[in-house]
């Protein structure tokens, strides 16, 4: 069963973000957030569009999600209750709750 479907207010990327995945501060991993609206991110492979092949994240752990604020398309993050959680920044987030993502934002 699936933890997330889209929000109603989504919107077509038109300044998509890209996505870096490092390890051990070398990137392994670029992915261009621009074919769709939003990502589903976990250890899953079959569930999710950004697969995470690590113990600590969880089969469905979060979310990028493109969404509508005025004219402009933005996007967030959301943690989707996750086991071990999801930090932006150094900081946790709550579960179930938008964030906005910044150009150089770090989710770990």
Not at 102 to 108: M, P
Request: charged residues 30%.
């Amino acid at each position: 069963m699936l933890k997330y479907y889209e929000c109603e207010d989504r919107c077509e990327p038109s300044d998509p973000f890209s996505l870096f995945i490092f390890k051990e501060s070398v990137v392994v991993e670029k992915h261009e957030l621009s074919s769709r609206s939003y990502y589903r991110l976990g250890r899953d492979g079959k569930l999710n569009h950004l697969p995470l092949l690590h113990e600590s994240v969880s089969s469905q752990h979060a979310i990028l999600q493109y969404r509508k604020r005025g004219d402009r398309c933005r996007l967030y993050l959301m943690d989707l209750d996750s086991a071990n959680g999801t930090f932006l920044n150094g900081e946790e987030i709550e579960g179930k709750r938008f964030y906005e993502l910044l150009d150089g934002d770090v989710i770990k």
